[in-house]
């Protein structure tokens, strides 16, 4: 199962450690894509390893005396930038997060540091893909939320109701309009006018008599 990771100077046992701890770790769905050693040119009994996966990186430290090896990962999201540095004596491979922690192993044989940035530079750009897509549905989701809640308040409105004209009888030349007898309340200011004015001396009792029937008249 190793084998595949072994095209590029990796060291089979570093591997084989590596290996054997990390099919421990993966999560559902999740794919080793590069494992990288450490070659160091004096003494290389422990190298540090790196291993890519469609889901993060990790770092792995050989500790007491190579019988236990600790490990450091950071998810693709977390990590803001991947950057490789070739010296003199292989190179440096490194990444940042999103909070600022960085993590870096050197003494990479060149060729492993070039193929783990650019696995991680893939990995970054899928990353940032996949955030793009998340936040087009995002902002679907709002605007047709935003467009149903505006159809509701338009399908609820109440259409208002236009005031019903009343309608006047038509007329003609020749139509006569009825002279609206007075209203009792009209008639009764005037009999008591009429009535004062009787008794103030004013009028007549004859002139009094003769306006009262008037007015009683034209009811």
């Known amino acids: 199962m190793i084998e ?12 084989e450690r590596v290996y054997s701890r990390l099919v421990d770790l993966l999560t ?31 770092f792995f430290t050989p500790a007491n005396l190579g019988l236990s090896i600790k490990f450091v990962d950071f998810v693709w999201k977390d990590i803001v930038e991947v950057y490789t540095k070739e010296e003199i004596i292989g190179a440096v491979f490194s990444a940042k997060t999103t909070n600022g922690a960085e993590m870096g192993v050197d003494y990479l044989p060149k060729v492993q540091a070039r193929k783990l940035y650019q696995y991680a530079q893939e990995r970054k750009e899928a990353e940032r893909e996949a955030r793009r897509q998340r936040e087009l549905e ?4 709002e ?37 609206t007898p007075a209203k009792p309340d009209e008639l009764t200011e005037k009999l008591k006018k009429l009535k004062t004015l009787f008794e103030n001396g004013l009028i007549s009792q004859e002139e009094y008599n003769n306006k009262k029937l008037e007015l009683l008249s034209d009811l």
């Open 138 to 141: 995002e902002k679907r989701a």
């Open 28 to 58: 559902t769905g999740e794919e080793i894509l590069y494992i990288a050693t450490q070659k160091k040119p004096i003494v290389n009994l422990f190298p540090d390893c790196i291993a890519l996966t469609n889901k993060r990186v990790l």
């Open 143 to 179: 605007s047709g939320s935003l467009q149903i809640d505006h159809a509701a308040q338009v399908a609820f409105q109440p259409v208002p109701t236009q005031p019903q004209k009343q309608e006047l009888p038509e007329l003609t030349p020749f139509t006569i309009i009825p002279e």
């Open 4 to 15: 595949k990771f072994l095209h590029d100077e990796q060291d089979p046992k570093a591997v």
